[in-house]
């Protein structure tokens, strides 16, 4: 009897330490990540042999891993022997993971045990999800709340739902408020903090979370889901114009209704500045549902540069176009060939005018040669003709009889024709003879 009561005597004093263990430790994980327990003991159970289990360690004293062993399966441990602290190590935790352990130092009689309490949760986040949109090469803000508690906590944001790493993988943090294209700013009064995103690009897209770290282990985050839309020129065109005169774009228009038709200038559409408060010079023309018309009046040097025009400046929709404006005076925008003074070209570019140059110059050295072999034909000519003539009135006896020959039949004819003009004619009183003509 003595012995039965001597027993009970043992197990009340080993389930009242049991109970009275010295304080517990709250530990939470993330499916499929780590936990770390770090269990204290006094001075004086350095040497002593340290053990984790769980549930009841009463039946199975040496635990799930106990020193000096270091590893098996899934757990670690090791013993600090000057901070008096063995650190327990559970990587790649599960749900039915979670429950109560139990952080032992053996020794005769009873161990020492210190409680562990472990909650397992999902690595995903969270029930609701904010959806915010930005455009390519744009801009977005992504607004976070706090509770009040949290003031003072450090802030952070990354990609991705898996809140176990996303303190590792923050894109930027409140320590350091400026990294690459993100920026953050913090609003005690408001308790919010927002994270800037300059310069969107298509792989932005996706999900975001923003945390909170707590003194628990498990932070407080809120999601986000970002669409970034991509920005597509329907078409562009390149226009030349001179200066005070007028010239009109033709630019695409959305289908979606009540959206403002714009006009800007800069070198980025979403960056650009509006055009149309100038309604004096910049008037709106031939409005349809799938395209309008801009009229620029009285051109300066000045208006030449990059133009957008679309249907909603907001750039919401995927319909803008893009126009490089070149404005020129009157006398840079023709010029005259040395050729004639009718032959003009209006060169649109450097390229095109060596272009047309290589088609002139053969035809203008081939016409010079023409006219210069034209020429020298002609003068030759002349030349043959005049000095056969100068032989027939020197040459040779026979061609001089020939010639009198002829010359006396002309002078016949005529001696013939005053005589019969003498006959009829008194008022010739002598006729005409050959030996007349050469006395004369």
Known sequence: MWSLQNLLLVLCSALSCWTCAAGVIQVFGYEGGGVKISCSYDEGYENYKKYFCKGNCWFSRDGLIKTPQRNKHKYFIYDDKKSRIF?????????????????????????????????????????????????????????????????????????????????????????????GRFTLSHDQKSETFTVTNLNLTLKDSGSYLCGVQTDTGLDVFSAFKLEVKEMCKVN???????????????????????????????????????????????????VSSSCFSVTITELEAGDAGTYFCGSDSQLRFKDYTEI???????????????????????????????VNLLYI?????????????????????KSKSLKVGGVGMSGSNTAGSDEETRINDIYGLEEDESHMNHEANPIYGHSLTEDNIYCN
Request: proline share 4%; with cysteine.
């Open 87 to 179: 650190n327990v190590s559970i990587s790649d935790v599960r749900l039915h993971d979670a429950g109560t352990y139990w952080c032992g130092v053996k020794r005769t009689g009873y161990d020492l045990y210190t409680e562990v309490r472990l909650e397992v949760i999902k690595d995903s986040c969270c029930d609701k999800v904010t959806e915010i949109q930005g455009n390519e090469e744009g801009s977005v803000s992504i607004r976070c709340l706090y509770e009040s508690k949290y003031q003072k906590q450090l802030k952070y944001i990354c990609r991705g739902n898996q809140p176990s790493t996303c303190l590792q993988q923050a894109l930027i943090t409140s320590n350091n408020r400026q990294n």
């Open 236 to 286: 562009s065109s390149n226009i030349r114009a001179i200066v005070g005169h007028p010239v009109t774009f033709q630019c695409s228009s959305s289908q979606h209704r009540d959206t403002k038709k714009f006009l800007c200038k800069g070198d980025q559409p979403n960056n650009c500045t509006d055009m149309m408060t100038n309604q004096t010079k910049f008037s709106l023309l031939n």
């Open 324 to 354: 490089q404006l070149a404005v020129e005076s009157l006398q840079q925008s023709s010029t005259v060939t040395p050729i004639s003074s009718s032959i003009t070209s209006l060169s649109p570019s450097p390229h095109e005018s060596d």
């Open 361 to 381: 110059l053969p035809a203008v050295l081939v016409l010079l040669l023409i006219l210069t072999f034209a020429l020298f034909m002609v003068f030759k000519n």
